[in-house]
């Protein structure tokens, strides 16, 4: 359209889902994960954690947004999928949640 702007008509679809997997992802965004190997946790989301290497590069925002959107609807996809993995990522955290209620709460 003439603002740059799409108009798709989808008649009987329900949904719009990514059809990749993490090694499209790994493709089209070599330059974040070589940097992210340089992470000081091997678990960082690059959202600000301490040592993080993609934020310390100075990675687009933009880009590192989509990357980080894609790696999430991939990960949903993938226990949507798979029982095993919606099962790992339940007691990951169920553990957590409990941890948390380990801890006595923060007067403010």
Not at 92 to 102: F, H
Request: net charge neutral; aromatic share 6%.
């Amino acid at each position: 359209m003439p603002g740059g702007w799409l108009l798709m008509d989808l008649p009987g679809l329900r949904e719009v889902q990514l059809w990749a997997s993490t090694e499209d992802l790994a493709d089209n965004f070599e330059d974040i994960q070589a940097l992210a190997g340089g992470c000081r946790f091997r678990d960082c989301g690059h959202g600000g954690e301490p040592g993080c290497a993609v934020a310390a590069a100075g990675v687009d925002a933009g880009r590192l947004a989509n990357y980080l959107k894609m790696q999430r609807e991939l990960a949903h996809l993938e226990r949507k999928i798979d029982p095993r993995v919606a099962k790992e990522a339940r007691a990951k955290w169920k553990a957590i949640e409990k941890s948390v209620r380990g801890h006595p709460k923060r007067e403010e």
